[in-house]
T-cell receptor, first 114, second 107 residues
């Protein structure tokens, strides 16, 4: 157990639907990073939050949004789902604002859009 | 063209062999990371380095800043080393990932 908790582990949903993925960071970590891993594109950075505020943005689609709550857990919302959104979604957490502080990955949420 | 390129894409080795995975990057980075992803999907950070060399058990990572190149070496490889190894560079809080090297170590 890495200390970073992601739920659910698996999710199957239909095109056009909306889902929410949840990440609880390791105790004491203030940053949460979201990544998408698809078969054809590998791992891609989506977005980072630090202590409730957005800090960095990567290749995140407009249909996707995220937030970090006062208790530091984060949610990634994916809407108007398409078949191509099927992927593993990972979050990672770190204690500081940057990756230089070290980071830990969660075990991922596997999203299948049918 | 990806900012981070890895080679080879796939690698099969006999148990006990010395293994090298290469990574080249074209962007300025703060640090170079090596990640390991097991068949179950979980990702573990192996190394984060910005210069020189780091060693952890049978794993060694090196980086040449001038040549924008890093290598991951596995000595005395073992079937439990079978995994996908991913190289990534970070600038600030952004990661640029390589496509991964799938390693299979045969007993």
């Amino acid at each position: 157990d890495s200390g970073v908790t992601q739920t659910p582990k698996h999710l199957i949903t239909a095109t056009g639907q909306r889902v929410t993925l949840r990440c609880s960071p390791r105790s004491g970590d203030l940053s949460v990073y979201w990544y998408q891993q698809s078969l054809d594109q590998g791992l891609q950075f989506l977005i980072q939050y630090y202590n409730g505020e957005e800090r960095a943005k990567g290749n995140i689609l407009e249909r996707f949004s995220a937030q970090q709550f006062p208790d530091l857990h984060s949610e990634l919302n994916l809407s108007s789902l398409e078949l191509g959104d099927s992927a593993l979604y990972f979050c990672a957490s770190s204690v500081g604002q940057g990756l230089a502080w070290g980071y830990t990955f969660g075990s991922g949420t596997r999203l299948t859009v049918v | 063209k990806n900012e981070v390129e890895q080679s080879p894409q796939n690698l099969t080795a006999q148990e006990g062999e010395f293994i090298t995975i290469n990574c080249s990057y074209s962007v300025g980075i703060s640090a170079l990371h090596w990640l390991q992803q097991h068949p179950g999907g979980g990702i573990v950070s192996l190394f984060m380095l910005s210069s020189g060399k780091k060693k952890h058990g049978r794993l060694i990572a090196t980086i040449n800043i001038q040549e924008k190149h890093s290598s991951l070496h596995i000595t005395a490889s073992h079937p439990r080393d079978s995994a996908v190894y991913i190289c990534a560079g970070n600038t600030g809080n952004q990661f640029y990932f390589g496509t991964g090297t799938s390693l299979t170590v045969i007993p």
